[in-house]
């Protein structure tokens, strides 16, 4: 009797150990297909982090950003009639309307002598990205620096205009060199005349100063361009002078525009001077940013 109840059991227990070991199996394969999914999951979902924002989060104050007294005085005479008072409105200048400070402001200075108008204007732009996992800040600012450069009708990238270097190592513009000298000159030249080595007849116009122009600028924050502008000359108006120079440091942009605007006609404001005034503000301006 007790070997009849052996036999029973035994088909029982194996019938048993085969289904464990069937469960067990079919437990590895949806495991195994679980892990595979998860893995096929985090790599359809995975996306790169949008990038960091741009280093400036705020914006200087616009008439007091690198425009000191002594450079204002410098870039802005002041009529000798103008009381203390008045002399301090002027160099104080007028800040522009914004409605988001933190976003673009801007100040200018207008100063009036018997001689001349000088006008002299800052600006700042701070540049927002709004979707930075497609652009940075300093990508979308470089963006609009570029449109800027374009429609200043420079080339980017690109050398200098000028074939000589954009500026000394003083931070100075310099001038173009000489126009060469023609290999003969003629043989019998009246006195005065070009080429006779005499020199020119007292009162004789000479020869207008050299136009520096505009180009692309070297070592003025990431990247800077100036506008050099002349207006046309007339019989009874002078001719005006208007330097603009636009930089931009990672995604703020400045724009700094100075104008001389003579009285007397047949006066023409000195391209080197203009430009060299306009770029010592400009490097105050990338120096204060830079603080």
């Known amino acids: 009797m007790q070997r009849k109840a052996v ?9 048993l150990t085969a289904l464990v070991a069937g ?45 000191d007294s002594k450079r204002l005085k410098a870039m802005l005479p ?14 104080a200048g007028t800040a522009d309307a914004s409605y988001d400070g933190d976003r673009r402001v801007g100040c200018r200075w207008t100063a009036q002598t018997p001689e001349e108008t000088r006008l002299l204007s800052v600006g700042f732009e701070r540049v927002v990205s709004y979707d930075r996992a497609v652009a940075s800040d300093d990508d979308k600012a470089r963006q609009v620096y570029v ?8 080339p980017f990238p690109g050398p200098s205009l000028n074939p000589t270097p954009a500026a000394t190592t003083a931070g100075t513009p310099a001038a173009p060199p000489a126009a060469t000298a023609p290999a003969t000159a003629p043989a019998t030249a009246p006195s005065g005349a070009p080429g006779s080595g005499s ?30 502008k002349l207006s046309p000359a007339g019989a009874t108006a002078a001719q ?48 204060r940013l830079g603080e």
């Open 7 to 15: 036999r029973r059991t035994l088909p029982g227990i194996a019938m």
């Open 23 to 67: 469960a067990a199996g079919l437990t590895g394969c949806t495991s195994g297909s679980g892990k595979g999914s998860t893995s096929d999951s985090k790599a359809g979902g995975s996306s790169a982090a949008p990038a960091q924002p741009g280093k400036y989060r705020i914006l200087p104050a616009p008439c007091k950003a690198g425009a």
């Open 78 to 91: 002041a009529a000798d009639s103008l009381t203390p008072e008045q002399r301090d409105q002027l160099y």
């Open 147 to 154: 449109r800027q450069l374009t429609d200043a009708h420079l």
């Open 199 to 228: 020199p020119s007849p007292a009162g004789s116009p000479s020869a207008p100063p050299a136009e520096l122009g505009s180009r692309v600028l070297e070592g003025l924050g990431t990247e800077a361009f100036i506008d050099d």
């Open 240 to 287: 005006s002078r208007t330097v603009r120079i636009v930089f931009r440091t990672s995604n703020v942009i400045v724009t700094l525009e100075y104008s001389v605007q003579p009285a007397l006609p047949g006066t023409v404001p000195s391209s080197a001077e203009t430009q060299d005034k306009a770029r010592q503000l400009a490097q105050a301006l990338v120096e």
